[in-house]
């Protein structure tokens, strides 16, 4: 702590980079010419920044890093060929591109895509990047707004008499627009003879509402970027136009990095960069950027190397880095399988001597899955490459060690350290504490028993950081932090190896063992100490010559589990002395030179055979403790040997932590220290009594201490309530401390994450009296427990927190569980499949039991939060992958992918949900498979959002249909075949909760009136090993409108607020059958009946004619047309003539859902008059059968319901009609008033017209016009699409396009987004997009102009 009055002399800089407590400062020191050289990092992690302050040059001057690759395929960009006119082409926007003339191009072939930015860039830079467009944009648009508002103004005070000359208006707004500024001007505002002020009036108030609707309703989606790509006649080279103008003229094509050291600026006020990669012979473009900042940290803490500032250097300022992109930009930064394996075949592809991971996730079994096992296999066992993970930052309870590194063989698992030099330089703490593991480091052992956590490392540094966000430096801390010191410390070695020991083999194991053996013991679980990088190399010096270094040792307990170390946890393991069989087989590095395919002289295969027989050790067994008993020796070969092994934990203390090992010593060697060690981890819980409660006593705590007790969970407790008490007695005495409440249990094949509880308590900062009274601090927190599993108590004064302090802590536990079948348990035990009843059922019963102690304030209560919809993939495709970057490492043949489509439909706007497979999600490191992912698109195609392996709610805003695309990624298509009619399950949250009738008794689920106090329960008590009835009411269930029979209603069966929930399913039963409507019997009728004869001629007839009808729709030729036509007016009824006139409207207007005026539509001139005829024919025979249609809207006898049917088919016809004329007149009065507006001159308000040569409409037309669309809106919904398309022209002829525009927003805001809709979307926009151009807000156009190809992709976006 410093001087009050007098500062230090010096900052602590050598603890803003760790390196002092490794011994590896003192190593560079010593060693100068071993600082790294010679040695390439792999970096496995969100990419680093190319901007990075200590991440541009080597200790020698060479590139720091040898490349940049995304990994995951979320910066791709797919090309498609077009051609070049005069140094111009359309890039996939649409936009035109200008090209630079000085490009070399000699094949004359460009390629072209598109990136949206927002895919690009970590969360921070998006939202500064959008935040600053949408500044500008909403200038722009709001100085639009206040010029339409003050014409306004002006117009009502006109009309007011408040002013003399509108011109004024000129002197209130202006509009500025992309190119410049333009006044309003007088004319501007001048109405024509035509218009009424009425018109202009409305028009005006038109454009402000969609003004509002539109500034509303603008989302920035970012900008698509155009990219342009060729062939130099040497490499690949790319332009990209980041600042959306279109201009390339002047602009740089950059190749890929690893040949040219390329680096282009993405966001220049951001400082944010990127490099390229070309994949697929050109046909990718790879645009690589980083994910966060976490990479950039991890390696300036490795690697960093700052020529003018070396005591900032990292650990290895001499190694060069492989930048390797594993985090995805569109799941988060998450880790995808695609980036794990495309990651593990770049570090082979660029001979990567050492790879940091500082990257994980917990898994449900340790030491398995594909990608482990392939890392373990090839990149370390086969590749040679030193692998060092994180373990994970999950502590301080045991076995929260995640994965890879916490619990996979293969990878070094590095625990986080703080020492004296980062609390004085990094923490500002005034008085330290002793050097200690962080309080959050995750800890071993593994769920199967081995260590966990290989070693510690400083887990804290300040260091490199990206320049995007403004820090040269920054504090991180973490394993994320330790991992890469620890793997700086590898380099070290293997570039000191690699210099003093020429040639000879150095495998991934010997460094391992090197690194272990000699580390610094700091009292940590089995053993794990602190990296000492000197003493590791004079480790390696000394056993250069010794062969057993060079391998690794597999171990494995003959266990019910396949465990590699003994790990007694529950009760009834250390009820008893235990017996063991335990095998150990070495483990010996290959070389890609021995497979079969390399090996054409067989002499790297004898070699390695050659090694392995003559391989021998002659072990010497020690146990550490007692209670552990061993043979004294083990002759063990190539092929391994076994042992037995006894473990008697009857007479350990119970509710406390007991760790031992068995060491393997060389018999020629035993001061090298155990060449193997097996660890032996007993956790014996306490009892718990009658009273269900447990009392762990008065715990004592000095800074960083850490306490654990152990508890044998009873079977039926579902809940568990951890009291801490404490005095202020101890509080007034000492500082006020952070403490870390962690409580965990294990369940097999099951993420440690599901029975966890890590709390926060703060213990001496509230609850204590003034004076020091005797007031007393009480915190109670709550977790769900399985029964019958041993459950930790940890508790631990956060690492930085000063003083002593003392805490009474208790653990209570309750529970009600079902006593009878089915998903239920016998005698109390464990519940993990839940609840499900039948909704065929009238009544579920299911009986509870209290097995643990009387339980209170029982209340059950049933909530369905959601419905379970199962999905059938509508298509399924094999094929394999691209062999450059998706192979398998093993076997160097390509990857199969599975791609699943389903349809999804939502039914409401803003609706949630979760997808779920359980086969393959919620699984990375553990999966058999090489990926899992999944997107969702919109009926437009348009990329909406993805989930991997960790599926979570969603969001879907538009109600309407998706398409669900799931892709699964394996070796084998044999195996992916199995998975191709795999369900998907869609969780859809409810727009309201359904609450199910609970009742004790059977009679009270069917009437009010029976005497509940004759009930055999009436709630609110059950006594412990009581068993009571609840009825469910099924019958009643009030199914939403969302699920289907056979859905599931899924939510929470609550018994108490004092026990757990139980997870309950509802399945939906078949709909009611609901009776037909009586209908009285007509009247007899007194015509002579038909005979069956005549009824056939009838009928046939008919039908006869009603293909003829539809002839006239179908029919490509005219004259045909006409001629059926002609006869079959001929003898028709005004009701037969009716159907046959609309039949030939509607061929005349075959595509009703295209604008009018649109070559689409085929409406010309003539036929458009026509059309308006035949119409008039239409409306005249069916308005008034239409009409009747309201008399018989409670039809009864049968002749009413068939007068009913006619009129609703006049009705159709009617407004089928009103609709073709309409369009019609929509078509005639657009071809004399249309003009495309210039999209290139500045926004102004036009409401009454240009100063062009239009001639208007004919007023007749326009008024007949509007004569039918007013009935046209009598008739049909005014939201209607064909009703929007048909009438919003008619406010197009009165020069009212805003007026025109507001039905067109509204319906695009609310239609669902469907194929079956699709041309109709693309006639609103278009329509939309028109209406604006004549409108002439050039700013709305182009920005609807930016996102239309982000709206409406031409394909699927690749997973």
Known sequence: MANKTTPRQEFPTHGLMPRGETQAAEFVRKYPQYDGRGVVAAVLDTGIDPGAKGLQVTSEGKRKVVDYIDCTGSGDVELSDVCAEELTLKGASGRTLRLNAEWKNPTGEWRVGAKRLSRLLPGEVWMSVSAERSQRFRKNAQQLTDAVLAKKGAVQDKDQGKVSEVSKVSEVSKVSEVSKASEISAKSIKTKDSDTSKNLTEELDAQVDVLKTLNGAYADLGPLLDCVVFHDGEQWRAAIDVDESGDLSAAAALGAYKHTSDVGELCKRQLFYYTLNFYDEGRTLSIVTCAGSHSTHVAGILAAHHPEEPQNDGVAPGAQLLSLMIGDHRVGSMETGVGLTRAVNAIVEYGADVANMSYGEPS?????????????????????????????????????????????????????????????AEYAMYETVGDTVFTWSSRGPTPDGDRGVDVYAPGSAITSFPAYCKERLCLRNGTSMSSPNLCGVAALLVSAWKQEMGGASLSPYRVKNAIVSTAKPIGELHGAGMVQTDSAWQFLKRYAARAAEQVSWRTHVDDSRRARGIYLRNAEESAHARFFNVSVVPVFPTSEKARLEHDSDGESGRLESQTQFDFEQRLLLVATESWVSVPDALYVASQGNKFAARVDATKLQAGRLHTASIDAYDSTDVDRGPVFSIPVTVTKPLHVDASACVDLGTLQFRPTEIVRRFVAVPPGATRAHIVLRASNAAALESSPALFYLHCMQLEPATRFR?????????????????????????????????????????????????????????????????????????????????????????????????????????????????????????????????????????????????????????????????????????????????????????????????????????????????????????????????????????????????????????????????????????????????????????????????????????????????????????????????????????????????????????????????????????????????RLVTDLLANSNDEQRAEVLAAQLSALDATSSALPWSEAACLTAASARRAVGIADSVIELTRTQALTARLYEKAQTDDEKTLKKQAELARTQLIAALTTKCRALAALTHGSVSATASETCADYVEVDGSDNDETDASEQTVQEYERAAAELRQWAAADDVSVVIATAPLHMARHQYARALQPVLAWLAKAPMKPANAAERRSMVELRNQLLAKLQWTIWSAHFRAIAPIESPATYERL
């Open 754 to 1122: 599901k029975f966890f509880m890590r709390e926060r308590v703060s213990i001496g900062h509230k609850s204590y009296g003034a004076g020091g009274g005797s007031a007393e601090q009480k915190e109670t927190k709550t977790m769900d427990v399985i029964g019958g599993a041993t459950l930790e108590v940890c508790l631990a004064q956060f690492w930085n927190q000063l003083g002593a302090h003392d805490i009474d802590v208790r653990v209570e536990f309750n529970g009600i569980v079902p006593a009878n079948g089915g998903g239920a348990l016998a005698e109390g035990g464990p519940l993990r499949a839940g609840i499900t009843v039948h909704g065929s059922n009238a009544v579920a019963r299911l009986d509870f039991i209290a097995p643990v102690r009387p339980e209170y304030d029982v209340s059950p209560s049933i909530v369905l939060t959601k419905a379970r919809k199962t999905l059938r993939p509508h298509e399924a495709v094999i094929s394999p992958l691209g062999a450059e970057r998706d192979t398998h490492l093993a076997t160097g043949s390509a990857l199969y992918k599975l791609e699943l489509d389903y349809r999804l439909e939502t039914t409401r706007e803003e609706t949630q949900l979760c997808l779920h497979m359980p086969a393959v999600d919620t699984q990375i490191y553990e999966n058999w498979a090489d990926n899992f992912a999944l997107a969702i698109f919109d009926a437009n195609k348009r990329y909406l959002i993805s989930q991997i392996s960790y599926t979570s709610p969603l969001l879907i805003k538009q109600c309407g249909e998706s398409l669900v695309r799931v892709q699964i990624r394996h070796r084998s298509a044999k195996d992916l075949e199995a998975l191709k009619d795999i369900p998907l399950l869609v969780d859809v949250v409810l727009k309201s909760s359904i609450r199910l009738t609970t009742k004790f008794d059977m009679a009270s689920i069917f009437t009010s009136t029976v005497n509940s106090s004759a009930a055999v329960y009436r709630g609110g008590f059950i006594a412990k090993g009581s068993r009571i009835p609840l009825f469910i009411d099924t019958i009643g269930a009030a199914v939403p409108s969302e699920a289907a029979p056979g859905d599931v209603l899924v939510g929470k069966l609550t018994m108490s607020r004092h026990t757990a929930d139980f997870d309950f399913e509802y399945v939906v039963p078949a709909k009611s059958i609901k009776k037909p409507e009586e209908s009285t019997p007509a009247a007899p009728k007194t015509d002579k009946p038909e005979s069956k004869e005549e009824q056939d001629q009838r009928e046939m007839n008919e039908a006869l004619r009603r293909v003829r009808v539809d002839w006239v729709k179908k029919s490509r030729d005219d004259g045909v047309r006409t």
């Open 364 to 424: 449900s079994s340790p030491n398995v899955g594909q990608w482990v096992q392939t890392v373990a296999q090839e990149v370390v066992r086969r590749h040679g490459c030193v692998f060092v993970s994180s373990a994970g930052n999950e502590g301080p309870a045991l076995s929260s060690t995640g994965s890879p590194g916490g619990t996979s063989d293969g990878f070094i698992g590095v625990g986080a350290h703080v020492g004296y030099d980062q609390m004085l």
